[in-house]
């Protein structure tokens, strides 16, 4: 397979030129504070336990697995997904020894290989923006958790995209480039 030189192609990481690129960007994403103070009010909002049993659909590298390994306890279960091998390599090395309760695997969002009403939660952070089929995984997230169970989706609003610099030509570039490029159409 030939690998692509396509910096914005979520969907693919394993076939992209680069894929150590997006384990970077999801690094420097996370630092940021906005960043991770939505990112709490995620986890807020799935209404876990101790003992509780969650699923991260697009886990990427890992980092939000281990926050809601911490709410569930030694006693949950938090099971991180994500399509890119090279994301769940990631993922692995980051929880090498320290987390039993934690499962990473390669899967496809749009088909969920797990049984019905497993999961007391899932979550998914800036996911659906780059799947083929957004309603089939969020139908495949419903399924997999039990009746009266959250799931906790958010997306980015590249429409709403603020960027204040003096050159308006320049402005409507970049935000264009992010609206067009950075999601898929659907």
């Known amino acids: 397979m030939t690998k692509k030189d396509d910096k914005y192609d979520w969907a693919s990481i394993d076939h992209v030129i680069d894929p150590e690129h997006y384990v ?12 991770q103070s939505y990112k709490k009010e995620t986890y807020s909002l799935l209404n ?16 939000d697995v281990l926050a809601l390994a911490k709410i569930v306890g030694s006693k949950g279960r938090v099971v991180g997904i994500d399509n890119a091998d090279t ?4 993922a692995r090395k980051r929880i090498k020894g320290a987390v039993t309760q934690i ?18 939660g899932c ?20 399924r997999i958790v039990r009746p009266g169970s959250r799931i906790v989706i958010s997306e980015p609003d590249w429409e709403t995209l603020v960027v204040d610099m003096p050159k308006r030509y320049l402005t409507r570039r970049i935000l264009n480039y992010f609206c067009d490029k950075c999601r898929r159409s659907h």
């Open 24 to 35: 970077n960007y999801l690094n420097t994403a996370t630092a940021i504070d906005s960043f």
């Open 48 to 63: 876990l336990r101790e003992g509780s049993s969650v699923l991260d659909v697009g886990c990427g590298a890992g980092d």
């Open 87 to 90: 994301m769940i390599n990631e």
């Open 103 to 120: 499962e990473f695997q390669v899967k496809d969002a749009h088909d969920l290989d797990f049984g019905n009403n497993t999961f007391d």
């Open 123 to 142: 979550r998914a952070d800036r996911v659906l923006q780059h799947l083929e089929k957004p309603k089939q995984a969020l139908s495949e997230m419903i």
